[in-house]
């Protein structure tokens, strides 16, 4: 498991800082969407396919599609988080299909 949110938390640095020089390159050119700025993890698709119809614009790929896909591993990072660091509020489940967590909350002391 220490793998696995390691690996996510990661490739979200990566995301983000990749993001911030992208942010940096287009203020400086005076946001002018119409240069590539060659940062790595530049082609982004709409929907499911590689279809270059389907690609991202650069202002897309900058103000929507890396901030979205930023969210999306920043979320599974805190679910992971969760997990690792307080896995007494998870229970753990192996069924034919894989492994699944639930979630029970913290533990309260008894009141009695």
């Keep these: 498991m220490w793998g696995v949110l390691v690996v996510f ?6 995301l983000l800082v990749e993001q ?3 942010l940096i390159f287009y203020m400086n050119i005076g946001w002018d969407f119409s240069q590539d700025s060659s940062i790595c993890l530049r082609n982004y698709y709409w929907g499911e396919g ?3 119809q389907d690609l991202m614009s650069n202002k897309e ?3 929507f599609g890396r901030p979205f896909i930023i969210f ?4 599974f990072s805190a679910c992971l988080t969760s997990i690792v660091f307080y896995p007494e509020n998870w229970v753990k489940e192996t069924m034919d299909s894989g492994v699944t967590y639930h979630y029970i909350g913290s533990p309260k002391p008894d009141a009695h």
């Design 20 to 22: 911030v020089r992208e």
């Design 61 to 63: 790929r900058v103000l």
């Design 72 to 75: 999306i591993m920043a979320a």
């Design 50 to 52: 590689s279809d270059p």
């Design 9 to 14: 938390l990661a490739f979200t640095i990566f």
